[in-house]
């Protein structure tokens, strides 16, 4: 009932910038959290940013500091700046949403129904 799209990716050299975007329609009052997961090569996914109705913020602390959230409009359009790249961060970055109860959606403990396609981050050292 929910959709979500992605876009901003690219490639960009160590220290650079870029910012992410990810559109969200259908049921969009359904979804208590919002927020970008990340899988590099050879890696498992990561959740990297949430952010809740009433706009509260948490990065992982491998990106708190150089990656802010901001949205318009309530929810969509949801940015995602992202400062300071480093190689490491080189992944498929995903908008996704969770229905869920808020704190079981940022821990994780319950299932992200809803998923973009995915936007390729590249950066070069």
């Known amino acids: 009932q929910v959709q979500l799209v992605e876009s901003g990716g690219g490639s960009v050299q160590d220290g650079g910038s870029l910012s992410l975007s990810c559109a969200a329609s259908g049921n969009i009052f359904s979804i208590n959290v919002m927020g970008w997961y990340r899988q590099g090569p050879g890696k498992e996914r990561e959740l990297v940013a949430t952010?809740?109705?009433?706009?509260?913020?948490q990065y992982s602390d491998s990106v708190k500091g150089r990656f802010t959230m901001s949205r318009d409009n309530l929810r969509t359009p949801l940015f995602m700046h992202i400062n300071s790249l480093k190689p490491e961060d080189t992944a498929m970055y995903y908008c996704?949403?969770?229905?869920?109860?808020?704190?079981?959606?940022?821990?994780?403990?319950?299932?992200?129904?809803?998923w973009g396609q995915g936007t390729q981050v590249t950066v070069s050292s």
């Open positions: 996704a949403a969770c229905t869920g109860v808020e704190y079981m959606c940022v821990t994780e403990q319950t299932t992200w129904e809803y």
């Open positions: 952010i809740t109705a009433h706009g509260i913020t």
